[in-house]
C-alpha cells in the first residue's frame, strides 16, 4: 500500500507563537504602514475629486479678474476661506457651490472667486505684482474666514463684508442684497431678485420671452 505523507499548516493561534519576536514586530508594523499609506491615498485622491468636483473658481490673477469685471460691468464676489474652516466647508456646499452650479451667476450677475488663505502659490495683484493670498487677505483684514467681499475692477469694496455664518438658509439672499447694492454703487440701473429661487424663475421667464 502506498503511503502519502503531508505536514498539515499550522493554525493561525500555532503561527502566532512560531514568530519570533523580532519578525512578530516587522510584520505589525508593515501592517501599520500598510494601513496609514492606505488612508492616506484615499484621503488624497477623495481631495482631488473634491477639487474637480468643485465649480467655484479659484481666485489665480487680480489683473485678469479686474479686466473681466470692467468688461462685463460685474461686481466681483471673492469668498476667502481655508481648509481646515468647518464653516468654509459649509457656505461652500450650502449655498456658493449651488450657486455656481446653477450656471445663473458666474459672469451674468457678478464675478465669483475663492480665495484660499493656505494655498503658498503667490498670484498677481492688481497692480501685477506678486502676493501670497494669506498676505493679501491680512492686508484687507478679511484673514478671519469666511469672509466674502464685494469690490469693482479696481479693488473698491463696493458692498458691505459678509464674516461668518449666522444664518446659513438666509445668506443666499444676503448675498443678492449685496450684489443690488455693488449695483447702486457702481452706477448700474439693474438688480436681481431677492432670492436664487426668483432669480432662477426670472431667467427662464426672459428665455421663454425670446
Not at 8 to 17: D, I, N, R, V, Y
Request: aromatic letters at 10%; proline letters at 5%; glycine letters at 4%.
Amino acid at each position: 500500500m502506498k503511503i502519502i505523507s503531508y505536514s498539515k499548516a499550522p493554525s493561525l493561534e500555532q503561527a502566532q507563537f512560531t514568530l519570533s519576536p523580532p519578525l512578530f514586530f516587522l510584520v505589525l508594523l508593515s501592517l501599520i504602514v500598510g494601513m496609514f499609506l492606505t488612508n492616506h491615498f484615499a484621503y488624497a485622491q477623495s481631495k482631488t475629486a473634491d477639487a474637480r468636483a468643485s465649480h467655484l473658481k479659484e481666485v489665480w490673477d487680480l489683473q485678469q479678474i479686474a479686466a473681466l469685471s470692467k468688461q462685463k460691468n460685474l461686481p466681483i464676489m471673492f469668498m476667502f476661506g481655508a481648509e481646515y474652516c468647518e464653516y468654509c466647508k459649509l457656505l461652500i456646499e450650502e449655498v456658493l457651490e449651488p450657486m455656481a452650479l446653477s450656471g445663473l451667476y458666474d459672469e451674468k450677475v457678478v464675478i465669483m472667486r475663492h480665495v484660499g488663505i493656505d494655498d503658498p502659490k503667490p498670484i498677481p495683484d492688481w497692480n501685477g505684482n506678486l502676493i501670497k493670498k494669506s498676505q493679501w487677505a491680512y492686508q484687507l483684514n478679511a484673514d478671519l474666514t469666511p469672509t466674502v467681499l464685494f469690490m469693482d475692477s479696481t479693488g473698491k469694496e463696493v458692498a458691505s463684508r459678509i464674516i461668518g455664518v449666522s444664518e446659513i438658509t438666509l445668506y443666499a439672499g444676503l448675498i443678492h442684497q449685496n450684489i443690488n447694492t455693488a449695483y447702486q454703487n457702481m452706477g448700474r440701473e439693474q438688480s436681481i431678485p431677492a432670492t436664487p429661487e426668483l432669480l432662477y424663475l426670472q431667467t427662464n421667464e426672459n428665455a421663454r420671452a425670446k
